[in-house]
């Protein structure tokens, strides 16, 4: 195809996942091989926009080869912190240091920007380029699958798999010990990664925050599993299950921000009074975001990178790249906003989980 020459940007924001690595992969093998372009890795997100000289590199096929498309994180950086609207300033301040970015994508010579980012980074990015004239695209990632219009996010299946294979480890032990085993999985405000981790790696009880429990009705379905069916379970919660009162159970961090965690010790202890059986409690946390990438997560990566390079290509921005019903398509950035948690009354997940006889706690 002829399109005249372009230099891109791109760049990975937000917490890391398996499969960014496959995506920027997908993006330098289509902006050079499809049309001879050149592509810049800016690096730390808008980190690398702030610094000057800017920092980013040149990416060609070597840098970011199928070798590297493989390994999990990311070969640009990223961050979670330091929104470029109310920047953290070293005297405690919040600085507004956009217009800074907006320079420093102008200083790159950019034609167009591809952001590999979950909701919140969208939100940001978007921003920016709104207010800078960048043309840009949105590609979505993250474990938590909460991205709006999208089936499925960069991350998620990794992370899914990831959880799977924790539960396929503990039952052997929960069932050598006749023990209850928590395993609590990450999520942020969803409970995806909970509920198919739950059915796949099969969980007795899976609690998920979309879905209200009560403390009895889980004990209740353990002391029946431990009468008849075998005499241990496995319950699988999700970070943002509160706590029988309704708390969110938060960890504060020395940076002063604070991330869910803790459900899982508090669930353990009560269920271990309640039924009268051991407990034991398995916290997976970011061993969830790392690991090679799956296969399903390497190729919506790469479809997802080949479809945002087309975009530029065709001038069509402000858009983010999406899967749906086994394609890749694109839809206004602004529906990367609308939060996707489950949809508790017509999932099919949920559906089948009762089918199965999982407790989702709710009776
Ligand atoms: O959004 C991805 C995620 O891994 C969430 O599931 C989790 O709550 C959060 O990020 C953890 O954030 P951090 O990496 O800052 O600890």
């Given at each position: 195809?002829t399109?005249?020459?372009?230099?891109?940007?791109?760049?990975?924001s937000?917490?890391?996942?398996?499969?960014?690595?496959?995506?920027?992969?997908?993006v330098?093998a289509?902006a050079?091989?499809?049309?001879?372009?050149r592509v810049?890795?800016?690096q730390?997100?808008?980190?690398?926009l702030?610094?000057?000289?800017?920092?980013?590199?040149?990416l060609?096929?070597?840098?970011?080869?199928?070798?590297?498309?493989?390994m999990?994180?990311?070969?640009?950086?990223?961050?979670?912190?330091?929104?470029p609207?109310a920047?953290p300033?070293?005297?405690?301040?919040?600085?507004?240091?956009?217009?800074?970015?907006?320079?420093g994508?102008?200083l790159?010579?950019?034609?167009?920007?591809?952001?590999?980012?979950?909701?919140?980074?969208m939100?940001?990015?978007?921003?920016?380029?709104?207010q800078?004239?960048?043309p840009?695209?949105?590609?979505p990632?993250?474990?938590?699958n909460d991205?709006?219009?999208?089936?499925?996010s960069?991350?998620?299946?990794t992370?899914?798999?990831?959880?799977?294979e924790?539960?396929?480890r503990?039952?052997?032990?929960?069932?050598?010990?006749?023990?209850?085993m928590?395993?609590e999985v990450m999520g942020?405000?969803?409970?995806?990664?909970?509920?198919?981790?739950?059915?796949?790696?099969?969980?007795d009880?899976?609690?998920v925050?979309?879905?209200p429990?009560?403390?009895?009705?889980?004990?209740?379905?353990?002391?029946?599993?431990r009468?008849g069916?075998?005499?241990?379970?496995?319950?699988?919660?999700?970070?943002a299950?509160?706590?029988?009162t309704?708390?969110?159970?938060?960890?504060?961090?020395?940076?002063g921000?604070a991330?869910?965690?803790g459900?899982?010790?508090?669930l353990?202890?009560?269920?271990?009074?309640?039924t009268?059986?051991?407990?034991?409690?398995?916290?997976?946390?970011?061993v969830?975001?790392?690991?090679?990438?799956?296969?399903?997560?390497?190729?919506?990566?790469?479809?997802?990178?080949?479809?945002?390079?087309?975009?530029?290509?065709?001038?069509?921005?402000?858009?983010?790249?999406?899967?749906?019903?086994?394609r890749?398509l694109?839809?206004?950035?602004t529906?990367?906003?609308d939060?996707?948690?489950?949809?508790?009354s017509?999932?099919?997940?949920?559906?089948?989980?009762?089918?199965?006889?999982?407790?989702?706690?709710?009776?």
């Amino acid at each position: 195809m002829t399109c005249p020459e372009k230099t891109i940007g791109v760049l990975t924001s937000g917490g890391d996942c398996a499969g960014l690595n496959a995506v920027i992969h997908a993006v330098v093998a289509r902006a050079i091989l499809g049309y001879g372009w050149r592509v810049l890795g800016i690096q730390q997100g808008t980190q690398g926009l702030l610094r000057r000289p800017v920092d980013a590199t040149p990416l060609d096929l070597h840098s970011a080869s199928p070798a590297v498309a493989r390994m999990a994180g990311t070969i640009l950086g990223t961050t979670n912190r330091g929104d470029p609207f109310a920047y953290p300033m070293p005297d405690g301040t919040f600085k507004d240091r956009s217009e800074e970015i907006i320079e420093g994508v102008r200083l790159l010579g950019l034609d167009a920007l591809i952001g590999i980012g979950g909701d919140g980074s969208m939100a940001i990015l978007r921003r920016l380029a709104q207010q800078g004239g960048i043309p840009f695209i949105g590609v979505p990632k993250t474990i938590d699958n909460d991205v709006g219009a999208t089936e499925s996010s960069v991350g998620y299946h990794t992370a899914v798999m990831v959880a799977t294979e924790a539960i396929d480890r503990l039952q052997p032990t929960a069932a050598s010990h006749d023990r209850v085993m928590v395993l609590e999985v990450m999520g942020r405000d969803s409970g995806h990664i909970a509920l198919a981790a739950g059915i796949a790696g099969g969980a007795d009880v899976i609690l998920v925050p979309e879905i209200p429990y009560t403390l009895e009705a889980v004990a209740a379905h353990i002391k029946k599993l431990r009468q008849g069916a075998h005499n241990f379970a496995i319950v699988v919660v999700a970070e943002a299950v509160r706590d029988k009162t309704g708390a969110p159970v938060q960890l504060r961090h020395a940076l002063g921000n604070a991330t869910y965690g803790g459900i899982g010790h508090v669930l353990g202890e009560a269920l271990g009074q309640m039924t009268g059986a051991e407990t034991r409690v398995t916290v997976l946390g970011h061993v969830q975001r790392g690991g090679q990438p799956t296969w399903d997560d390497r190729l919506l990566a790469c479809a997802f990178g080949v479809h945002a390079v087309d975009l530029v290509a065709e001038g069509k921005f402000d858009r983010l790249v999406v899967w749906q019903k086994r394609r890749v398509l694109d839809v206004p950035l602004t529906a990367a906003f609308d939060p996707a948690p489950l949809e508790v009354s017509d999932d099919t997940l949920v559906r089948i989980a009762r089918g199965l006889g999982i407790c989702l706690g709710d009776g």
